[in-house]
């Protein structure tokens, strides 16, 4: 079992930055990706950012890239993601993921390619 526990949502105003922060607890040998996912209401959730855990790769949505940056600490067992320039748009839950599957190398921006899920921290940017 893994738990993952998001931190560091909250308010901003447009062009401002945030920090989210997920530690993973348990079982985490296994993760083969972690990342980032949102989700507003009525529309489904989608992938932010990535990051295979065993070599370092980074991906991004194309909205985001530029903009935000993933990346590990394997000691703390934790993942982040830094978000600059923000923008309304980017108003959303944001979801921290564990994939223990290597479907996820291919597929990282689809959620059922996840195998855990954090409780999610909310993001608002105003304009």
């Given at each position: 079992?893994?738990?993952?526990?998001?931190?560091?949502?909250?308010?901003?105003?447009?062009?401002?930055?945030?920090?989210?922060?997920?530690?993973?607890?348990?079982?985490?040998?296994?993760?083969?990706?972690?990342?980032?996912?949102?989700?507003?209401p009525?529309?489904?959730?989608?992938?932010?950012?990535?990051?295979?855990?065993?070599?370092?790769r980074?991906?991004?949505?194309?909205?985001?890239?530029?903009?935000?940056?993933?990346?590990?600490?394997?000691?703390?067992?934790?993942?982040?993601?830094?978000?600059?320039?923000?923008?309304?748009?980017?108003?959303?839950?944001?979801?921290?993921?564990?994939?223990?599957?290597?479907?996820?190398?291919?597929?990282?921006?689809e959620?059922?390619?996840?195998?855990?899920?954090?409780?999610?921290?909310?993001?608002?940017?105003?304009?």
């Amino acid at each position: 079992q893994v738990q993952l526990v998001e931190s560091g949502g909250g308010s901003v105003q447009a062009g401002g930055s945030l920090r989210l922060s997920c530690v993973a607890y348990g079982y985490t040998y296994t993760t083969y990706c972690m990342g980032w996912f949102r989700q507003v209401p009525g529309k489904e959730r989608e992938g932010v950012a990535s990051i295979y855990t065993g070599n370092g790769r980074t991906y991004y949505a194309d909205s985001v890239k530029g903009r935000f940056t993933i990346s590990q600490d394997n000691a703390k067992n934790t993942v982040d993601l830094q978000m600059n320039s923000l923008k309304s748009e980017d108003t959303a839950m944001y979801y921290c993921a564990a994939s223990f599957s290597t479907y996820c190398y291919n597929h990282w921006r689809e959620a059922y390619t996840q195998s855990y899920w954090g409780q999610g921290t909310q993001v608002t940017v105003s304009s």
